[in-house]
């Protein structure tokens, strides 16, 4: 993802805004669900233990991202990205679906974007050299990087670069001039069978479908992709409409703008080959604040009712009538 935003640095692309947030709702999704099962695996570690290191461990990680002083390349990152979904991604996925989850658009859009990445702009020859084409709207200057080269005009990034598992290339060669003159249903199909082909090239993998639903998920983003949609962009669809359906965070649904609940929605049943619709967002968010508007006044009722309540004017005058007449009553007598 950084790469293909023609950063140079992974600071550089941590500055961009929801890359941070992206990383957060991915960990949340995708990573910490399946963190217990390591408490199984090992003898006198508890499930609280191994989420109290995965959250410090993740917090640690992203200060290293955000510092400068690294020095980190987006470009070191991308060598042996085939190899580093077998590596990376899917355990998570696996440990997930293991505890009850599925994995999310987050973690299908770094499979995706990877397959962004290693689309060939023209056909494979047979090396694991090629030369890589995305939009992009920021400018690069001529760059060296590992196997190749980097440049970007504030249009177009144009790459040259070493395929780790060259058989990726041919795969994926097609699907680009296919989606730009067949249109997307066209060839929708064909895409699903590419993704599926190329989970199944990565090390380690047996087969696609051992991973749940993260092929049609994964077809999805790398279809938007190609169809010329820049990386960035379907990367915050993913992330607004992960947030906009996680019930992990119910402050973090509310935080997301009615406006872009009704962009995810539409996202999503472009997306979708099923042709099927989410659930209304507007209606099921409208629902959420009727709830906690309901749920908060009653609280503010039930606080009332214990607390002491202050005498009104007419008890005050009572009162101190009461205190008059007693004071006169002792004097009479």
């Given at each position: 993802?950084?790469?293909?935003?023609?950063?140079?640095?992974?600071?550089?692309?941590?500055?961009?805004?929801?890359?941070?947030?992206?990383?957060?709702?991915?960990?949340?999704?995708?990573?910490?669900?399946?963190?217990?099962?390591?408490?199984?695996?090992?003898?006198?570690?508890?499930?609280?233990?191994?989420?109290?290191?995965?959250?410090?461990?993740?917090?640690?990680?992203?200060?290293?991202?955000?510092?400068?002083?690294?020095?980190?390349?987006?470009?070191?990152?991308?060598?042996?990205?085939?190899?580093?979904?077998?590596?990376?991604?899917?355990?998570?996925?696996?440990?997930?679906?293991?505890?009850?989850?599925?994995?999310?658009?987050?973690?299908?859009?770094?499979?995706?974007?990877?397959?962004?990445?290693?689309?060939?702009?023209?056909?494979?020859?047979?090396?694991?050299?090629?030369?890589?084409?995305?939009?992009?709207?920021?400018?690069?200057?001529?760059?060296?990087?590992?196997?190749?080269?980097?440049?970007?005009?504030?249009?177009?990034?144009?790459?040259?670069?070493?395929?780790?598992?060259?058989?990726?290339?041919?795969?994926?060669?097609?699907?680009?001039?296919?989606?730009?003159?067949?249109?997307?249903?066209?060839?929708?199909?064909?895409?699903?069978?590419?993704?599926?082909?190329?989970?199944?090239?990565?090390?380690?993998?047996?087969?696609?479908?051992?991973?749940?639903?993260?092929?049609?998920?994964?077809?999805?983003?790398?279809?938007?992709?190609?169809?010329?949609?820049?990386?960035?962009?379907?990367?915050?669809?993913?992330?607004?409409?992960?947030?906009?359906?996680?019930?992990?965070?119910?402050?973090?649904?509310?935080?997301?703008?009615?406006?872009?609940?009704?962009?995810?929605?539409?996202?999503?049943?472009?997306?979708?080959?099923?042709?099927?619709?989410?659930?209304?967002?507007?209606?099921?968010?409208?629902?959420?604040?009727?709830?906690?508007?309901?749920e908060e006044a009653a609280a503010e009722e039930a606080a009332a009712e214990e607390a002491p309540k202050e005498p009104t004017a007419?008890?005050?005058?009572?009162?101190?009538?009461?205190?008059?007449?007693?004071?006169?009553?002792?004097?009479?007598?």
């Amino acid at each position: 993802m950084a790469a293909l935003t023609a950063n140079k640095f992974i600071h550089e692309a941590m500055a961009i805004e929801s890359i941070p947030q992206f990383l957060e709702e991915l960990y949340e999704a995708d990573i910490r669900p399946g963190l217990p099962s390591l408490a199984a695996n090992v003898e006198g570690i508890d499930e609280a233990t191994v989420l109290e290191w995965g959250d410090a461990a993740f917090a640690d990680w992203m200060r290293r991202l955000y510092n400068p002083g690294m020095d980190f390349s987006c470009w070191f990152v991308c060598q042996n990205c085939t190899q580093k979904i077998g590596q990376r991604f899917l355990p998570s996925v696996k440990d997930n679906i293991a505890a009850g989850g599925e994995p999310s658009k987050l973690v299908a859009f770094c499979i995706a974007s990877i397959m962004r990445f290693l689309t060939p702009l023209r056909a494979p020859d047979g090396q694991p050299s090629f030369v890589g084409c995305a939009p992009c709207k920021q400018t690069l200057a001529k760059l060296d990087v590992p196997n190749g080269y980097a440049v970007c005009d504030g249009d177009s990034l144009e790459y040259q670069w070493n395929a780790d598992i060259p058989a990726v290339l041919p795969v994926l060669f097609p699907l680009r001039n296919l989606a730009l003159t067949h249109g997307r249903e066209a060839i929708s199909v064909m895409v699903k069978k590419a993704a599926t082909q190329f989970l199944e090239l990565v090390p380690g993998v047996t087969a696609a479908a051992d991973f749940g639903p993260l092929v049609d998920l994964v077809t999805d983003q790398y279809q938007e992709m190609i169809d010329g949609t820049p990386a960035l962009d379907v990367m915050r669809s993913a992330l607004h409409i992960e947030m906009a359906l996680s019930p992990r965070n119910f402050a973090k649904r509310r935080a997301v703008c009615l406006e872009v609940a009704e962009e995810a929605v539409k996202v999503q049943e472009d997306v979708d080959a099923k042709g099927t619709p989410l659930t209304p967002l507007r209606e099921e968010f409208a629902s959420e604040e009727a709830k906690a508007a309901a749920e908060e006044a009653a609280a503010e009722e039930a606080a009332a009712e214990e607390a002491p309540k202050e005498p009104t004017a007419k008890e005050v005058c009572q009162e101190h009538s009461h205190d008059l007449i007693q004071h006169a009553d002792q004097h009479m007598v």
